[in-house]
């Protein structure tokens, strides 16, 4: 549903942002707490995800949420994959490691 709003010209760009955002973070392979982390890694799915959809839905106006929610139902296609969402993962801790080396080797 919100991958299909975050395509729809008719939502708010800002709703389409949250959308888009939310939906590559829950598609994306790759979390940003990986949940071999004790607690720690699914703690950031049951937080952050709910929260951004709840967000996500509120910005949407409510004729175009039934709308969209109507044909992800009618679609009932597998889950997809967002690499995009991965890859901005990735270079999330690829730059929180390079930090963290920089900062080790300052010491």
């Known amino acids: 549903m919100l991958s299909l709003a975050a395509r729809d010209p008719r939502v708010p760009w800002y709703a ?3 959308a888009a955002c939310v939906a590559a973070y829950a598609f994306s392979p790759i979390d940003l707490i990986p949940d071999f982390i004790p607690v720690l890694g ?3 799915d049951v937080i952050i995800v709910p929260l951004g959809i709840l967000l996500a839905i509120r910005l949407i106006p409510p004729a175009l949420l039934e709308e969209h929610r109507c044909a992800a139902i009618e679609r009932n296609q597998q889950r997809p994959t967002s690499y995009i969402g991965a890859a901005i993962i ?3 801790w690829l ?3 390079a930090t963290l080396l920089f900062w080790l080797e300052k010491l």
């Open 16 to 18: 389409k942002v949250v």
């Open 95 to 97: 730059i929180a490691g």
């Open 90 to 92: 990735l270079m999330i």
């Open 42 to 44: 699914y703690l950031d």
